[in-house]
C-alpha cells in the first residue's frame, strides 16, 4: 500500500484526513517538525501532504530541503489561498497546491493523479538530444547527471521531444498542472530559470534557449 505522509500541525485536520485516507493508503503524519524531512525519509513516503504554517520551520523550508535530493510529490494544503503563497510553493518544488477547506474526493483526486504520473509514467522513457539523456528523472552526459524533480522532468521531456522546434509556453503550462489557477506565464519564466541554473553543472543551461513571446527550444 503507498504511503502518505501529512506534515500538518493541526490535530483535527490530521485526524480528518487520516480517516479519510486510511483504506486506500497507509497515512502517517510528523511527530517532531524539527525533524520533518529525517521522519518522511524513514516512513519511506510516497507523497507528502504540506501544510505552510508549521512550528519552527514553513512548509516551504521543507520543500526546499526535500528538493536537495528527492523527487517524492508533495501537494501543499492549506488556508492560505493568495497567488504568492501559491507561487512559493511551486517554485520550492511542489507538485500541486489545494485550498482549505476542500472535498475529500477532490483531494483523492489529486493525489491519485500526482501518483500515477509520479509512479507509473514519469520517467520510464528515455530521450536523447546530443551527448545529454533523460531518463528516470535524471538528465545526464558522459561524466555527470542531476537529479530532476517531478515537474522539470515534464519541462525538459517536451523539450527533448520536439528536438529543437519551440515548445509553446501554453503547452509547457497544460503539461505542468491540471488546474486553471496555475496556469501563470511568470511562474513558468521562474521555473525555467530555475531549471537553467540547477542544469548548469552539467553545461545545459546554454542549450535551453527562449523564444521572446512564444516559448522555449533546444539548440
Given amino acids: 500500500m503507498l504511503k502518505i505522509f501529512i506534515v500538518e500541525d493541526d490535530p483535527t485536520i490530521v485526524k480528518t484526513l487520516k480517516l479519510a485516507l486510511r483504506d486506500d493508503f497507509s497515512v502517517h503524519s510528523v511527530n517532531n517538525f524539527n525533524a520533518v524531512r529525517q521522519e518522511i525519509a524513514e516512513n519511506k513516503?510516497?507523497?507528502?501532504?504540506?501544510?505552510?504554517?508549521?512550528?519552527?520551520?514553513?512548509?516551504?523550508?521543507?520543500?526546499?530541503?526535500?528538493?536537495?535530493?528527492?523527487?517524492?510529490?508533495?501537494?501543499?494544503?492549506?488556508?492560505?489561498?493568495?497567488?504568492?503563497?501559491?507561487?512559493?510553493?511551486?517554485?520550492?518544488?511542489?507538485?500541486?497546491?489545494?485550498?482549505?477547506?476542500?472535498?475529500?474526493?477532490?483531494?483523492?483526486?489529486?493525489?491519485?493523479?500526482?501518483?500515477?504520473r509520479s509512479y507509473n509514467f514519469a520517467g520510464s522513457e528515455k530521450l536523447t538530444f546530443g551527448t545529454y539523456e533523460l531518463s528516470d528523472n535524471t538528465l545526464s552526459n558522459d561524466t555527470s547527471s542531476v537529479e530532476l524533480t517531478t515537474s522539470e522532468n515534464k519541462l525538459l521531456s517536451l523539450l527533448f521531444r520536439a528536438n529543437g522546434t519551440t515548445v509553446a509556453k501554453e503547452l509547457l503550462l497544460e503539461a505542468l498542472w491540471d488546474n486553471d489557477e496555475f496556469l501563470d506565464i511568470n511562474t513558468l519564466n521562474v521555473k525555467m530559470t530555475r531549471l537553467r541554473k540547477k542544469l548548469a553543472p552539467l553545461d545545459f543551461d546554454s542549450h535551453i534557449v527562449t523564444k521572446r513571446g512564444v516559448g522555449y527550444a533546444l539548440i
Fill in 45 to 116: 513516503a510516497d507523497l507528502v501532504l504540506m501544510d505552510i504554517h508549521l512550528p519552527f520551520f514553513s512548509g516551504f523550508h521543507w520543500t526546499n530541503e526535500l528538493r536537495k535530493n528527492s523527487q517524492i510529490p508533495i501537494i501543499f494544503i492549506s488556508s492560505t489561498s493568495d497567488e504568492m503563497n501559491q507561487i512559493t510553493a511551486m517554485n520550492q518544488g511542489a507538485d500541486d497546491f489545494i485550498t482549505k477547506p476542500f472535498s475529500i474526493e477532490l483531494l483523492k483526486a489529486k493525489i491519485s493523479a500526482l501518483l500515477r
